[in-house]
Every structure is written in structure tokens, then in C-alpha cells.
T-cell receptor
Framework: GAVVSQHPSRVICKSGTSVKIECRSLDFQATTMFWYRQFPKQSLMLMATSNEGSKATYEQGVEKDKFLINHASLTLSTLTVTSAHPEDSSFYIC??????????FGPGTRLTVT | QKEVEQDPGPLSVPEGAIVSLNCTYSNSAFQYFMWYRQYSRKGPELLMYTYSSGNKEDGRFTAQVDKSSKYISLFIRDSQPSDSATYLCAMTSPDSNYQLIWGAGTKLIIKP
């Protein structure tokens, strides 16, 4: 297997503030990382694909100016939720691609916007 | 019609039973088939992956792919309460740059 960490695991913020979530591949290098969002009792929804050293590719309907993604190194990608609103409250999960078809997931970050 | 169909359950079985989880799909281009296990409020954990058709066994888990029927299965033998989780199938192909296409996930409950 492979280990992916995510920090923080839980965060509560006030409406209008920004929150940064970090995703790290601990024992392998990942040129590609992914950010997902998951609502209760639903499957994962891909938000964006993050490639090291280049701009992220966002899925249709995902606001790139609201969900800022940076993939500055082969082991770190960050997701910043800007000007958060209560509707942004969700479970955010990152994954890192080890080989072409293998994705390993972080433990997730539960964001609550009050 | 979704590309990947998976019964969300819940599926409740007694401890020790053999569990069968299934997904069907419509895209014949899929080549890699994965099963993930997700505990509540945790990220998915890759259990098994299979390339093309055939069976693959790992301990109590067996993954089966039938490309002719576009049908994949995960069997769990000697099921334990700790196997209670949501099981998600996912599949991909080089054509889609290996983007994972997910099933809805099946919630499995193993009763002691």
C-alpha cells in the first residue's frame, strides 16, 4: 500500500473566512493528486485534478476561484476554500496517484462553516 | 443511466457468512477495476484491484471481473463485524486518463 496524510482532520470556521487543507503522500511521489468532496451517504465527487508544477484541472461546476489548488511538490497538494459559506460544509478527501490506475486516499477533512 | 451501477444497500448478514458485493457498468473501455472500503468519516482504503477479466484472491477477499457481462464482484469469506463498512467499486481506463468512475457504494453490516 501507500500512505497519504491529510491535515487538518476537522476544522470549523466562520462564514467568509478561508481554510487551507493539506494533502501529503508520505512514502511515494505523486505527480498527480485529486480532490474529492463527499456528502453524507453519497459517493465521492471529483472536484479537481492537481498536477505537480501546473494548474489544476477542475470538474464542471466547481468554481476554481473558490477552491484554490496548489501542487507545489511531488508530495504536497493544498486545497484552499476561500470565502467559505455554510453550503461549503462537507467532507473533503484527497488522493494521490501512485501508478496510473492506483489512487490512495487521505483520511479526509470534515469542514464545518458556521 | 449511470456508467457504474451499485446497489447502496444496506446489506446485513450474520457473522461468518460469505458476502457478495457487485457492480455493473456500461463502458466497455474500462480495464482496471478497484474495490475500496470506507469506514464512516474516513477516507476510502484500496482493498483490491484487477486488470481485465478474471479472479484475484487476497486473504478472505476475492475480486472477480466478467468483462463480457460488464459485471464485477467482491466476495468476503468468513465475514467479521469489523468488515462492516461501505464498499465502493471504481473503474478506469487509459482513455479517460485513469480518472476513477465510482459506484454509489454498498453499506455492509455484519451482525455478531
Amino acid at each position: 500500500g501507500a500512505v497519504v496524510s491529510q491535515h487538518p482532520s476537522r476544522v470549523i470556521c466562520k462564514s467568509g473566512t478561508s481554510v487551507k487543507i493539506e494533502c501529503r503522500s508520505l512514502d511515494f511521489q505523486a505527480t498527480t493528486m485529486f480532490w474529492y468532496r463527499q456528502f453524507p451517504k453519497q459517493s465521492l465527487m471529483l472536484m479537481a485534478t492537481s498536477n505537480e508544477g501546473s494548474k489544476a484541472t477542475y470538474e464542471q461546476g466547481v468554481e476554481k476561484d473558490k477552491f484554490l489548488i496548489n501542487h507545489a511538490s511531488l508530495t504536497l497538494s493544498t486545497l484552499t476554500v476561500t470565502s467559505a459559506h455554510p453550503e461549503d460544509s462537507s467532507f473533503y478527501i484527497c488522493s494521490a496517484r501512485k501508478v496510473s490506475y492506483e489512487q490512495y486516499f487521505g483520511p479526509g477533512t470534515r469542514l464545518t462553516v458556521t | 443511466q449511470k456508467e457504474v451501477e451499485q446497489d447502496p444497500g444496506p446489506l446485513s448478514v450474520p457473522e461468518g457468512a460469505i458476502v457478495s458485493l457487485n457492480c455493473t457498468y456500461s463502458n466497455s473501455a474500462f480495464q482496471y477495476f478497484m474495490w475500496y472500503r470506507q469506514y464512516s468519516r474516513k477516507g476510502p482504503e484500496l482493498l483490491m484491484y484487477t486488470y481485465s477479466s478474471g479472479n484475484k484472491e487476497d486473504g478472505r477477499f476475492t475480486a472477480q471481473v466478467d468483462k463480457s457481462s460488464k459485471y464485477i464482484s467482491l466476495f468476503i469469506r468468513d465475514s467479521q463485524p469489523s468488515d462492516s463498512a461501505t464498499y465502493l467499486c471504481a473503474m478506469t481506463s487509459p482513455d479517460s486518463n485513469y480518472q476513477l468512475i465510482w459506484g454509489a457504494g454498498t453499506k455492509l453490516i455484519i451482525k455478531p
